[in-house]
């Protein structure tokens, strides 16, 4: 295997440049790796020649996968990059899709082309994460005052799901073809594109078709999630001819990969809009591949499928206008939060152990409330999700947190056990209109229900997990909530949170994560820390955080978290438990009060933003 011979670097600008280096110019192809991703690439190449020669001594398999999987951890340290941009900006957790979302802002584009362009970037060159295969949510603030706009364009159960179809086995809702909701993805981008989009819809998918038909270096990321599925990778239709050598070893960090069916897929989608993907031969192939996997979906489930618009929800924090998703994303938990913690001094006081404290107690609680969450077309959820963004609900629970002890988990009052998700993007846009988009998108688990459709290249999600089966753990050994059961044509509970800040009627920072219940303890802590503790952009999304989600009953710290604060909230009384660094990731864009911009894609996944 040859590794690729780089025809031009983009090298990060500092933070008080524009980042015009960071554009791309007709010429896709020649997009490299830049900033923490270009170090971490060049970490493995050099761990991969110690692989090769620790053939001499030992197992080649052990000892080279030990050396990059050292070299991908070490990524995680590494500091994000702040884009300064004066028009527009794009915040992906790829690199190569950030340049290419502010390459369409730059020919006239605006937020929602880029979202588009940037999506489907990510789809490609992170696919354990996303993909056309899933789904996911849309936040859309448009210019002008025009009302905010949340597009669900989540996957859906079958007409031929049922309540019980897990009930034998649950890993069947994790991998295989039963695991497989009908995929949202396309469908959503298309209803915005329709009444927003600026740009041709065959441009936004131009970059990508270019990467899956040329090819592209594998990164470290892709590949460290390859490796811990070597073997299925090696026998799965579609990834063991995409991700292997063809001599039945994976592909390294660096190597080229080519994905020419799903090119044709996206040229065919790209060419005839969304009717490409839900009717005719895509469809047609990608429910035979779900069926000859065990699973269930049929072409009228495809035909069947819609996005539906929800009313976004909101409250104000310490004056700013505070907008996020409505069920079945937890906005309404993330605004709860938000309202407990807006009755203490942070500000003041600054970051204190009696202050993380809060915050800490702020996020069991909120746990707690996503407990009453689902999807709104089938469970009424208006009065809790009310409830939840008032402040006078805030008020009470605040009045049940005290600032020198924590509580056993029945103290906040959970009605069922939450759940969890993975494998998911998140990217935030802003133009120079003031038009704001925040998009999440997930495959659930790391490369969905382990099946990638040979014909079209589609690697399909397993989204059936986060729904709730009677009696049954999920993936992550929680229980179920009857408010998530199986229905046809139901939608499950997401953590999601894209959200959008205003200040006096202008957007003042866009913002979501990945990470399952990750995602919202993590947005909640960058906009703690850039509007109560006055951090800037990069610092408030590289400094460590804490999570708690009520249950497993116990306070998850990341190890850079300093640790006198790490002994004082054990002395609250608070379980400590390791965090993962990388275990959730945050993009983000703000504007300044001059009209500067600023973009961050968290290095935990090895994200650079883009800008002009």
């Not at 082309?113 to 489907?120: F, K, M, Q, S, Y």
């Not at 915005?192 to 040329?214: C, M, N, S, V, Y």
């Not at 969905?448 to 009677?470: C, E, H, K, W, Y």
Request: glycine share 10%; net charge neutral; charged share 20%.
């Amino acid at each position: 295997m040859t590794l690729p011979t780089p025809s031009r670097g983009l090298e990060a600008p500092p933070s008080d440049d524009v980042s015009t280096a960071l554009l791309a110019n007709d010429r896709i192809s020649d997009i490299e790796l830049s900033s923490p991703q270009t170090t971490c690439l060049a970490r493995a190449r050099k761990s991969r020649l110690l692989y090769f020669g620790a053939v001499l001594l030992v197992s080649v398999t052990f000892i080279g996968g030990l050396l990059i999987a050292a070299s991908a951890r070490k990524c995680t340290e590494d500091t994000s990059t702040l884009i300064s941009a004066k028009h527009g900006a794009v915040a992906t957790d790829e690199p190569r899709c950030s340049v290419i979302g502010v390459d369409v802002l730059r020919e006239g584009g605006n937020a929602i082309d880029a979202a588009i362009a940037g999506t489907l970037c990510v789809g490609l060159l992170q696919a354990h994460s996303s993909g056309i295969g899933g789904g996911g949510f849309m936040l859309v603030r448009p210019p002008g005052g025009q009302r905010p706009l949340l597009i669900d364009f989540r996957e859906m159960a079958g007409g031929a799901a049922t309540e019980d179809m897990f009930s034998k086995d649950i890993k069947q809702a994790q991998i295989g073809g039963l695991a497989v909701g009908v995929p949202g993805e396309i469908a959503g981008l298309y209803s915005a594109h329709q009444r927003f989009g600026k740009l041709p819809w065959r441009r936004l998918f131009e970059p990508t078709i270019k990467l899956a038909r040329d090819g592209y270096p594998l990164s470290t990321l892709v590949y460290g999630q390859l490796l811990t599925m070597e073997q299925q990778i090696l026998s799965s239709p579609g990834f063991n001819t995409t991700f292997t050598d063809g001599r039945g070893h994976l592909l390294l960090p660096g190597d080229i990969v080519r994905r020419p069916e799903l090119a044709r897929t996206l040229d065919d989608i790209a060419r005839n809009g969304a009717q490409a993907f839900y009717r005719g031969r895509i469809a047609a192939s990608l429910a035979k591949a779900v069926q000859s996997n065990g699973g269930i979906l049929t072409t009228d489930d495809f035909a069947n499928y819609a996005p539906v618009d929800r009313e976004p929800i909101e409250t104000y924090y310490h004056g700013r206008r505070v907008i996020t998703g409505s069920s079945p994303t937890s906005g309404s938990v993330l605004l709860n939060m938000l309202n407990i913690v807006e009755g203490y001094t942070l500000a003041m006081d600054g970051p204190t152990a009696v202050n993380y404290h809060r915050i800490v107690e702020a996020m069991k609680f909120g746990a707690a409330q996503r407990t009453s969450l689902g999807d709104p077309s089938f469970i009424d959820v208006a009065a809790n999700v009310s409830k939840q963004i008032s402040k006078q609900f805030a008020g009470d629970i605040r009045a049940n947190i005290s600032d020198t002890q924590t509580f056993d988990v029945s103290h906040y009052d959970p009605q069922y056990d939450i759940l969890n998700n993975h494998g998911t993007t998140h990217l935030s846009v802003l133009d120079k209109d003031d038009m704001a988009v925040a998009i999440t998108s997930t495959i659930n688990l790391e490369f969905g229900a382990r099946i990638m459709d040979p014909v079209t290249g589609v690697i399909l999600n397993d989204q059936m997990d986060d729904f709730s089966t009677t009696n049954k753990t999920n993936g992550f050994g929680l229980r179920p909530s009857p408010n998530n059961k199986i229905v046809p044509g139901k939608r499950p509970l997401s953590s999601t949170s894209a959200t959008i800040v205003e200040q006096n009627g202008r957007v003042e920072l866009v913002i979501g994560g990945s990470g399952g219940s990750r995602i919202l303890t993590s947005v909640l802590q960058v906009i703690i820390n850039v509007l109560d503790f006055g951090q800037r952009l990069d610092t408030a999304i590289d400094s460590p955080r804490l999570h708690h989600q009520l249950l497993p009953h116990q306070l998850s710290v990341d190890p850079l978290f300093p640790s006198s604060l790490t002994s004082a909230l054990a002395s609250f009384g608070h379980k400590i438990a390791p965090l993962k660094h990388g275990s959730s990731v945050v993009q983000a864009v703000q504007k300044l009060s001059d009209g500067t911009i600023h973009a961050v894609s968290d290095a935990r996944k090895h994200g650079v933003a883009a800008g002009y």
